[in-house]
């Protein structure tokens, strides 16, 4: 028996070609499946008494390996290209099958659960798995029915993930061994020779990601969330090393979630009932809540311990950079239950500008909002990547470019249509360099950009003049509270201004060239809020 008594439905598995498993464990609590994994040698509790497992040959997504069935449903309304790549009906027919003869005989982890915290987008997801551990994250991360809705739950969606079927190409139809492929007419995700949990997650996110804007007007976004004591929302966009994370989680609000969420007529509600939080240099210091939420119930994936310990060392990177831990939102203590808040009264973009062109905040209207959504920009710094000795520009569309089945500009007329609705704030915040490039200036502090982000919040910088940023034609205060005035236009941070100059003009052509790929289904506002690049610059 299990916490909420056993639920067996053999109907079920047999309507989805899996009546020949050994055993079928339904809705094991957390610690059954803790219990489960060790037993079977897949993984170890840390000192902290977390579970700790490795996901094996890959500890991350595999972007090339995702797939959409193309039908009559997708053929026309999916963005195809290499983000969406097509996979033939009658090819995931047959692979399904396959992967239900894999699994016949085998023990099968079934946990039910919910997507989405508004109740009126709420989708029943159903989640199969090979490993307990993988039935533990599907846990932590989606919203857990109560006692009652758990023995009732009709399943919208359904996930089998068999890390342990390896898909043959020339028969299956697969680029190689590993695949996850989203069936909307089925709706069904396949995942198999990958034990990575993000595929499980982002499976969800990018099935969100279709229905809710294209059959719901609701935003989905990638985004965090918190809410103040005033019951006001904000809204954090950011690629990864733009301070996401560390920005949303403020002791002096409440988080409604750190990743993915729908924007409603009505709220801002988080998709999920957990995080799924990077662990590389994880200290107490930096991020308490995090390092706390590493405890019994957590999943720990891919990291290293000190040596002839279970202490988890948080900077060795063996196994990889991506070293993660997945919990229920429940282990941070200012979180919001349920998590969903009022329409945001503020919306930051947050990009790690190592060029030092951009404002360390400027005011965005609502064209400028779409075009720098859809660009989603921040710059990678030497050491963070292999082969990179010099800032380069990254630009992932509406900041989770690898997650979007519909087209960029889609989401971004839904945005623009909110934010004119509802008179919302956006700021493009510049957690990035300041007085030079990455090498000759020096990175904003901290200090200074919560400073920026709590005068926003409260209110304070709607009191201030704004001067324009040429090029860009960006509006940035000429004050703010708690941060020297002299750093609040970039041009004057510059010993050189005509380095600055030049530097702008080279990223503002960069963003021109980037938006090309979308410039043909953009509208005219959207157009007219990219940068003017400098003739004989």
Known sequence: MNEYGMKSDSASLEALGLQHVANAYWNLSPAELVEETILLEQGVLTDTGA???????????????????????????????????????????????????????????????????????????????????QNLFAN????????????????????????????????????????????????IILIGGTAYTGEIKKGIFSVLNFVLPHEKKVLSMHCSANIGKDNDTAIFFGLSGTGKTTLSADPERSLIGDDEHGWSDKSVFNFEGGCYAKCVSLTQ????????????????????????????????????????????????????????????????????????????ISKLNAGQAMYHFISGYTAKVAGTEVGITEPQTTFSACFGKAFLPLHPTKYAELLGKKLKENKVNVWLVNTGWSGGSYGVGSRIKLS???????AALNGELDKVHFDTLPIFGLEMPKACPHVPAEILNPRNTWADKNAYDAKANQLAAAFVKNFEQYAEFANDE???AAPKVAENA
């Open 285 to 360: 210091e930096k991020e308490p809540q995090i390092y706390d939420a590493i405890k019994f119930g957590a999943l720990l994936e891919n990291i290293e311990f000190h040596e002839g310990t279970t202490r988890v060392d948080f900077e060795n990177i063996t196994k990889t950079e991506n070293t993660r831990v997945a919990y229920p939102i429940e282990f941070i203590q200012n979180s919001v239950t349920p998590s969903i808040g009022d329409i945001p009264k503020n919306i930051f973009f947050l990009t790690a500008d190592a060029f030092g062109v951009l404002p360390p």
């Open 448 to 454: 200074y950009t919560r400073a920026i982000i709590t």
């Open 526 to 528: 959207i157009l007219s």
């Open 140 to 187: 932590n991360l989606f919203l857990r029915p109560n006692e009652d809705e758990i023995m009732s739950i009709v399943p919208d969606w359904t996930i089998i993930a068999a890390p342990g079927f390896m898909a043959d190409p020339k028969i299956d139809g697969t680029r190689q061994a590993n695949f996850a492929i989203i069936n909307f007419t089925k709706k």
């Open 51 to 133: 579970l700790a497992v490795d996901t094996g040959k890959f500890t991350g997504r595999s972007p090339k390996d995702k797939f959409i069935v193309c039908d009559e449903k997708t053929e026309n309304a999916v963005w195809w290209g290499d983000i969406n790549i097509k996979f033939d009906p009658a090819k995931f027919d047959k692979l399904y099958d396959r992967v239900c003869a894999y699994l016949g005989g085998k023990d099968i982890y079934i946990r039910d659960s919910f997507a989405c915290a508004d109740p009126e987008f709420r989708l029943n997801v159903r989640v199969i798995n090979e490993t307990p551990w």
